[in-house]
Structures are given as C-alpha cells and as structure tokens.
T-cell receptor, first 114, second 112 residues
Framework: AQTVTQSQPEMSVQEAETVTLSCTYDTSESDYYLFWYKQPPSRQMILVIRQEAYKQQNATENRFSVNFQKAAKSFSLKISDSQLGDAAMYFCACLISGTYKYIFGTGTRLKVLA | NAGVTQTPKFRVLKTGQSMTLLCAQD?????MYWYRQDPGMGLRLIHYSVGEGTTAKGEVPDGYNVSRLKKQNFLLGLESAAPSQTSVYFC???????????FGPGTRLTVT
C-alpha cells in the first residue's frame, strides 16, 4: 500500500524568510504524481504545486518550489520570501497513475511570524 | 463558474439519524471524490466515482453510501450516524488527463 509521511506537524518561519516542508512517500509504482495542497483557515484546499514522477526537473510556481528526490522517495516544498498569507496547513499527496486514489499525508501547520 | 459546492456547510446529528451530503460541480469533471478530514489524520478517501452511474470504495467506506446519478452531482449518505463520523467532509472533482483535484469548501458534521 502507498503511504505518504509528513514528519513535521508544525513549522514556523519569519516573514520574508525561506522554509522547507518535508514529505516522504512509499510506493513500488514507477508512474505517479505528487502534489502539495494548501489549506488556509478558510478550509478551502488549494493546489500549490505538482510534480510528475517521470520528470527530473523540479517543479516551481513563483515562490514555491519542490525538491524531488525520486530514489529517496522524498518530495519537499520550499517556500521563499514567506508571506503572512502563506500561513496554513500544507498537505503532501501522491496519486498512482490510473488508480484515481490520492493518498494524503497528515499535514504540516505553517506559522508565519511578522 | 461556482466550481465545487457542498450542501450543507454545517450539520449536527444525533446518533442513529440519517442524512445526505450533496456535492455539485459545474466544470463537467468526470471524477468526483468524498474525503473526511480528522485532526492528525489528513484527508482519507471515503468513496469516489469515475463517471456517471459508477462508484467505488476508498480507504474508509464503512458506514457511508454514495450515488452519482448525474455527472455533476455526487451524494454521500449516512444511514445511521455514529459519533465516530464526526468530521469535516470534503468533496473534490477532477477531469481526465489533469490530476489536479478541485475541492469544495467542506461540511462540518457533528454527531452527538
């Protein structure tokens, strides 16, 4: 069975600084997708960034980037120039191609300090 | 577009009561999902549907039933609510070829 592990229940970062959220996953499949979702206090889940396993290049979206280490099964999220609006729960998720079943991690709560 | 909407937003039930949560999407997505979110547990998949008239079990299906009679709607039913079903329920949808899930705003359900 696939699993996704987020070992940091809570993280803090100073405004304008950089923070990295960790995620590891376990699957024997070779074709899969990885995601980071953000859940602010409003509860609305929003996609932050996605990575296809077959792509070696790390995905980036403005201030958000990932460090995808396929051999180590690691998928960390880096947030640069942190802003107060980045404060939220962040969930890592994995989707095995063709299965439709997303597996989510338990989340990391990010606090941004002014 | 309204995206994914959920009805109701909040509900309190007594043990043994039944209810139906409605999820609607106006994006013509083929796939729809129901999750529950509990503290420290992340999101867990209850049931999902890959098309109108089809449903399948997810990770935690016991105590829930679903139906997808119309492509745009995905209903989640609790026949006999239990306190263990107190949770926040999220509906999501996605379309073939794009694996991003679009989420609804959630329904907070309390079973006393």
């Amino acid at each position: 069975a696939q699993t996704v592990t987020q070992s940091q229940p809570e993280m803090s970062v100073q405004e304008a600084e950089t923070v990295t959220l960790s995620c590891t996953y376990d699957t024997s499949e070779s074709d899969y997708y990885l995601f980071w979702y953000k859940q602010p206090p409003s509860r609305q889940m929003i996609l932050v960034i996605r990575q296809e396993a077959y792509k070696q290049q790390n995905a980036t979206e403005n201030r958000f980037s990932v460090n995808f280490q396929k051999a180590a099964k690691s998928f960390s999220l880096k947030i640069s120039d942190s802003q107060l609006g980045d404060a939220a729960m962040y969930f890592c998720a994995c989707l095995i191609s063709g299965t439709y079943k997303y597996i989510f991690g338990t989340g990391t709560r990010l606090k941004v300090l002014a | 577009n309204a995206g994914v909407t959920q009805t109701p937003k909040f509900r309190v039930l007594k043990t043994g009561q039944s209810m139906t949560l409605l999820c609607a999407q106006d994006m013509n997505h083929e796939y729809m999902y129901w999750y529950r979110q509990d503290p420290g547990m992340g999101l867990r998949l209850i049931h999902y549907s890959v098309g109108e008239g089809t449903t399948a079990k997810g990770e935690v299906p016991d105590g829930y039933n679903v139906s997808r009679l119309k492509k745009q709607n995905f209903l989640l039913g609790l026949e006999s609510a239990a306190p263990s079903q107190t949770s926040v329920y999220f509906c999501a949808s996605s379309y073939f070829g794009n694996y991003e899930q679009y989420f609804g705003p959630g329904t907070r359900l309390t079973v006393t």
